[in-house]
């Protein structure tokens, strides 16, 4: 199983230059075609986002195809990260994934809460990045109307 195909634009917002170097690892080991944005704290990305969503008509504005959000860093959590993104109308079909060391399931259940479609414990494995590569390369979104997080095999805190 691999994840060739379209090349998609990732963000990696992640503040540990490790994890985010062992995720570009983990992405290529899978066969992912990405091009990947590392930001290195919350706030980074904000500004990221802000300026694709504002970008002038004449200039393509490239938003990402899926957000890496690590939880925990400074300048910018993720949770403040994924609050923002859900004040913003442009960014309501944005796809993003958490990325954490925290198992701590109020993280997860708040996580999700705020937007995020899936959680997954760092670091990442090659069958979890192909697995959701996948999960987003479906043409048709009808075709497979369940969340995204069902698709996966990742559990989805009770509410």
Known sequence: MSCSGSVYQV???E?????AFFFERVARRAGCKLQITHAPNGLAAVEILKAALNAPDAVPSVLPDIVFLDLKM???TGFEVLAWVQTQPGLADLKIVVLSGSEDATDIQRATAL???ACFTKPIQVD???TVMQAFAVPDPL???RPLASN??????AE
Not at 152 to 157: D, H, L, N, S, Y
């Open 11 to 13: 963000l990696l917002v």
């Open 152 to 157: 996966i095999g990742v559990p989805t805190p």
């Open 143 to 145: 075709a497979n109307p």
């Open 74 to 76: 400074p300048e910018f």
């Open 15 to 19: 503040d540990s230059e490790d994890d």
């Open 115 to 117: 937007g995020a479609l």
């Open 128 to 130: 979890q990045m192909q």
